[in-house]
């Protein structure tokens, strides 16, 4: 089935440590999306990519990195860890616009900070 | 800044008629979106609406008023599979979507 793949699903990660979260999309999409979702807020992008080998800041990218070296993949990486980092994080992707289809996401990564 | 305010929670019984209200302040207007999503889930694309008036999908309508900063989703013949959190989300002058924090809508039978 096409679409977003998220790993891992869920993980309690001690304060400090360092992790990455993958994100693989097989729809061949230009536009991918790192958002975080906490209770009470809206989701909030955390970086973005327009198109491989380009990546951009979002409203809350401090803590955060990611890469885009090929249309598939678009890794977030948390260099480290801090509780407030705790969240449930999406990817995202779209055509061009993202209009007419919207954003396809992922099923998200439950990750909890201790 | 910007903005996008919808209510936390609604009730309705199921077999009835919904309107979930949006309204937003945004730097800019290049559309807005409406998603759901069930608990635990990833939200899933419903509707989307850059000119004024009604685009119908089904059971499934949206609603868009740019001069009064307005939108709404209307959910006909409700069912209890409709129990869900409802996101309004605004694509800005510089592309980027803002989002609300969702209306959880909960559904009786």
């Known amino acids: 089935t096409a679409g977003i793949t998220q790993a891992p699903t869920s993980q309690i990660l001690a304060a400090g440590r360092s992790m990455t979260l993958r994100c693989t999309q097989d729809m061949r999409h230009n536009a991918m999306y790192w958002y975080r979702q906490d209770l009470g807020l809206g989701l909030r992008l955390i970086h973005y990519?327009?198109?491989?080998?380009?990546?951009g800041k979002g409203e809350v990218p401090d803590g955060y990195s990611v890469s885009r070296a090929n249309t598939d993949d678009f890794p977030l990486t948390l260099a480290s860890a801090v509780p407030s980092q705790t969240s449930v994080y999406f990817c995202?992707?779209?055509?061009?616009?993202?209009?007419?289809?919207?954003?396809?996401f992922g099923s998200g990564t439950r990750l909890t900070v201790v | 800044g910007q903005n996008i305010d919808q209510p936390t929670e609604m009730t309705a019984t199921e077999g009835a008629i919904v309107q979930i209200n949006c309204t937003y302040q945004t730097s800019g207007f290049n559309g807005l979106f409406w998603y759901q999503q069930h608990a635990g889930e990833a939200p899933t694309f419903l509707s989307y609406n850059v000119l004024d008036g009604l685009e119908e999908k089904g059971r499934f309508s949206s609603f868009l008023s740019r001069s009064k900063g307005y939108s709404y989703l209307l959910l006909k013949e409700l069912q209890m599979k409709d129990s869900a959190s409802y996101l309004c989300?605004?694509?800005?002058?510089?592309?980027?979507?803002?989002w609300g924090a969702g209306t959880k809508l909960i559904i009786k039978p």
């Open positions: 995202a992707s779209s055509d061009a616009s993202g209009d007419h289809y919207g954003y396809t």
């Open positions: 989300a605004v694509k800005d002058s510089n592309y980027q979507l803002i």
């Open positions: 990519s327009n198109t491989a080998g380009t990546t």
